[in-house]
T-cell receptor, first 116, second 118 residues
Framework: AQKITQTQPGMFVQEKEAVTLDCTYD???????LFWYKQPSSGEMIFLIYQGSYDQQNATEGRYSLNFQKARKSANLVISASQLGDSAMYFC?????????????FGTGTLLAVQP | GAVVSQHPSWVICKSGTSVKIECRSLDFQATTMFWYRQFPKQSLMLMATSNEGSKATYEQGVEKDKFLINHASLTLSTLTVTSAHPEDSSFYIC??????????????FGDGTRLSIL
């Protein structure tokens, strides 16, 4: 069974508009972390934002915010004021437990295209 | 700056050649590193977990004899694709997390290696 699900293979957004990228997850571990990474065409993985399972508030990092709905097991990424440079592949990922040795499992990704 | 360095960034070689890819943690000692493989327009698939001083843990379906992992020091893990064939052509990327960091510390990724086997 998929542990991380991203149902949007691709999305378009107009420059300066906000966009939400969906992510749902499945785990029975009460302690987990959710991550969003951006992968531009050059291939590097850029960390955007983190949400811990015990965090009371939704994470925010600049133009990125995470809409964390624990009961629904969703962790959607919201990008505000989209820029052309935001065009990239976006991956949601989960790490079960807190250890540094715990692996990161990725969703299938969403390709975001920002239009001028 | 980069905290995980991966080398080489691009490799083109003939079928049957063995290729070694290095992954170094620059600012911290990583007892564990992770190796991923990514085909075009697909997600990152975890291949194996590299453990310093012990054997790597491979994910189901990954051939241990094909993808040799060595984690001989706290800052270096290597992935060797043995007798590479065209179907091994892919984007390989490593990652590590600072074990001394707090729980929200992300995994840091190398820039990846594009392997093309002709």
């Amino acid at each position: 069974a998929q542990k991380i699900t991203q149902t949007q293979p691709g999305m378009f957004v107009q420059e300066k508009e906000a966009v939400t990228l969906d992510c749902t997850y499945d785990t029975s571990d009460p302690s987990y972390g959710l991550f969003w990474y951006k992968q531009p065409s050059s291939g590097e993985m850029i960390f955007l934002i983190y949400q811990g399972s015990y965090d009371q508030q939704n994470a925010t990092e600049g133009r990125y915010s995470l809409n964390f709905q624990k009961a629904r097991k969703s962790a959607n990424l919201v990008i505000s004021a989209s820029q052309l440079g935001d065009s990239a592949m976006y991956f949601c990922a989960m790490r079960e437990g807190r250890g540094a040795t715990n692996k990161l499992i990725f969703g299938t990704g969403t390709l975001l295209a920002v239009q001028p | 700056g980069a905290v995980v360095s991966q080398h080489p960034s691009w490799v083109i070689c003939k079928s049957g050649t063995s290729v070694k890819i290095e992954c170094r943690s620059l600012d911290f000692q990583a007892t564990t590193m992770f190796w991923y493989r990514q085909f075009p327009k697909q997600s990152l698939m975890l291949m194996a977990t590299s453990n310093e001083g012990s054997k790597a843990t491979y994910e189901q379906g990954v051939e241990k004899d094909k993808f040799l992992i060595n984690h001989a020091s706290l800052t270096l893990s290597t992935l060797t694709v043995t007798s590479a064939h065209p179907e091994d052509s892919s984007f390989y990327i490593c990652s590590a997390r600072d074990p001394t960091g707090v729980s929200n510390q992300p995994q840091h990724f190398g820039d990846g290696t594009r392997l093309s086997i002709l």
